[in-house]
Structures are given as C-alpha cells and as structure tokens.
C-alpha cells in the first residue's frame, strides 16, 4: 500500500466487492448480496489502487459490529456472536484490535492488517491469537463495513455469512500495545510504495547473515528462493531458484509502516502468516529480518538478502 503519499478520501462512495472468502484458502465462487445488481466501482483517481482507497476508508472511523445474515438476508447474529465487537485500524501502522461491544475493553485480538490492492480481501495477521484471516470484501463506504466469511447457520452447520459494520463513535479506542517503533534507515527508499518495488522485478535469494554479518546460508536454505510479487493484485509465490517449480508457497503480501515491515500471508501448503521487518529495500537490494539456525541449529536473528533476478526462468503464478 502507498503509506508515503497523501491523499484525499472518497467520501460517500460505495465499493461493492463480490466475492468469496474463507480462512487461509480462496474460493473462486462468486455471489450476489441479497440476490441484488450490483457493480464494482471503479477507482477513479488514476494514481491509487483501489484497495489503498478502501483502506482509508476503513481506517477513517472504529467500527462496531451490527449483524450478520446469510445470503437469505436470514438474521444469523446470535448463532455467530463472536464477529459482533468493536474494532480499530490504524492507517499509519496497518495495525488493528478487537473489542468487547459491551465493556469496550480488549479482546485481546490484535496485530497487522492489509486490504489487497485489488481491494478484493482484508488480512488479518493476529499478532495475539496466532491465527491468520482472508476475509472477502462486500461492501465498504463511510458509513458500513460488510464482509464474508464462514459462520454458522441456526443449526450450527457451516455457511457462508455476512458481517455488517458501521461506525462506532461513542468512544474513542484506543490501542493496548500498538505496534513498535521501527528504526528507519538511509537504504529503504521512503518516494516509492514498498509494495510497488517488489512487484517491479522477480527477486533472488542471494545470502543469509547472522548479527555479525558471517554468512550462514548454508543453514538457512529453506529462505533462499526464487520471490514473484505483483503489485495489482498483492499476489506472491515463492520457487525453486533451481528448478523454476513452485514452492507450494503462495498468497497475499504487502509492505506496510513507511516501507518497515514485509507482511504476508501464505495459503499454500503451509499456511502460516508473517510481518518481518526490513532493513533494506530499493530497487537493487531488499533485505529482511528474522529467526533463522546457526551452525548448531540453534534459532537466531538472521537477515535474508535479495537481488534482483537476472535468470532465465519465467515463474508464473499457481493460483
């Protein structure tokens, strides 16, 4: 998302999103709200991706949960009470919490979140409660948040359900935690939108290297891959820098917190969610941080370099 540059919002405009959603896994089937028509409005400010436009959107107000139904328009908020609650994002951080609709205290639910750039999915990385989430976009304006998601019907069997928001504004919410200050440095560009110059090229795993800087890639094989990334739709997939094949490593990423932190979440074979901080990234080198093995295999902080790839493979994406 483009956090560096400013920007107004679209006040009063409705994005209305159909499409399907669930934890960790897509489904490519799509549904008409209530059986109504409905279109997708375009961006019109040539300059933005639609999914930076909900994101302000979204961040502008906390929501509280209303209802949720099903595509009956059948009244299913007492069998899924548990996606009724209040809830903050911070635009600045990507950060999000969730709170209790009746205390307003935390539910002690939070962590990093991103809108796809497609403006077709909200992510949840819970930094808390060690879960992952994809939900699909349906309806979001200034004045309400719908989303779909798995739920319960009136018999406790699985179904696809809708969760209304709007507005809170009782209250100001206020963060537990937030998110950690992350130092900035002279080589993460701050003029370019993150997600943008990783989208820009095919990147290659070159080393991995411990605090002191001594190369311990040779422990850490399983970082060093061959990274697609696409801007437009925040996709990404990770393959054999050998063999060109899948890594069974694929889905959604972003680069959130003025170019500070990679964030994605993988609904491949292993589905897992990460936000790693970088402490490189430009058009020719972007490095992250995170636990990997020294010799003896023990966890350490290890810092994953990458380059620009200049092979021949031409990777395309799996899902």
């Given at each position: 998302?483009?956090?560096?540059?400013?920007?107004?919002?679209?006040?009063?405009?409705?994005?209305?999103?159909?499409?399907?959603?669930?934890?960790?896994?897509?489904?490519?089937?799509?549904?008409?709200?209530?059986?109504?028509?409905?279109?997708?409005?375009k961006n019109t400010q040539k300059d933005l991706l639609q999914g930076e436009v909900l994101e302000t959107i979204l961040t502008n107000t906390d929501w509280q949960g209303t209802r949720v139904y099903?595509?009956?328009?059948?009244?299913?908020?007492?069998?899924?009470?548990?996606?009724?609650?209040?809830?903050?994002?911070?635009?600045?951080?990507?950060?999000?919490?969730?709170?209790?609709?009746?205390?307003?205290?935390?539910?002690?639910?939070?962590?990093?979140?991103?809108?796809?750039?497609?403006?077709?999915k909200r992510i949840l990385i819970s930094k808390t409660k060690d879960y992952q989430a994809i939900v699909s976009l349906v309806e979001l304006t200034d004045e309400i948040f719908t989303y779909k998601?798995?739920?319960?019907?009136?018999?406790?069997?699985?179904?696809?359900?809708?969760?209304?928001?709007?507005?809170?504004?009782?209250?100001?919410?206020?963060?537990?935690?937030?998110?950690?200050?992350?130092?900035?440095?002279?080589?993460?560009?701050?003029?370019?939108?993150?997600?943008?110059?990783?989208?820009?090229?095919?990147?290659?795993?070159?080393?991995?290297?411990?605090?002191?800087?001594?190369?311990?890639?040779?422990?850490?094989?399983?970082?060093?891959?061959?990274?697609?990334?696409?801007?437009?739709?925040?996709?990404?997939?990770?393959?054999?820098?050998?063999?060109?094949?899948?890594?069974?490593?694929?889905?959604?990423?972003?680069?959130?917190?003025?170019?500070?932190?990679?964030?994605?979440?993988?609904?491949?074979?292993?589905?897992?969610?990460?936000?790693?901080?970088?402490?490189?990234?430009?058009?020719d080198r972007f490095t992250y941080k995170r636990q990997g093995k020294d010799a003896s295999g023990k966890e350490i902080t290890v810092f994953v370099e990458h380059e620009p790839y200049k092979g021949?493979?031409?990777?395309?994406?799996?899902?």
């Open positions: 998302m483009r956090k560096l540059l400013s920007y107004s919002l679209l006040v009063g405009t409705s994005f209305l999103l159909v499409a399907c959603t669930a934890n960790i896994k897509d489904d490519d089937t799509t549904q008409n709200v209530n059986n109504q028509n409905s279109s997708v409005q099903d595509s009956e328009n059948n009244d299913l908020t007492e069998e899924n009470a548990e996606f009724i609650g209040l809830a903050k994002y911070d635009k600045q951080t990507n950060y999000y919490e969730f709170f209790d609709k009746d205390t307003g205290n935390s539910r002690g639910d939070e962590g990093t979140f991103f809108i796809t750039n497609d403006g077709e998601r798995e739920g319960k019907d009136k018999n406790g069997q699985p179904i696809d359900v809708f969760v209304e928001h709007k507005p809170y504004t009782e209250k100001a919410l206020s963060f537990t935690n937030g998110r950690s200050n992350i130092e900035k440095n002279s080589k993460i560009e701050q003029k370019i939108p993150g997600s943008e110059i990783l989208g820009n090229t095919l990147w290659n795993g070159t080393k991995v290297l411990d605090e002191h800087g001594k190369d311990i890639t040779e422990f850490n094989q399983m970082f060093i891959s061959l990274a697609k990334f696409e801007n437009t739709t925040s996709k990404y997939e990770f393959f054999d820098l050998e063999t060109g094949e899948s890594r069974n490593d694929f889905g959604y990423y972003d680069v959130i917190a003025d170019n500070t932190i990679r964030a994605h979440v993988s609904i491949g074979e292993n589905k897992y969610g990460v936000d790693l901080e970088l402490t490189e990234l430009n058009k021949d493979i031409i990777p395309e994406f799996t899902f």
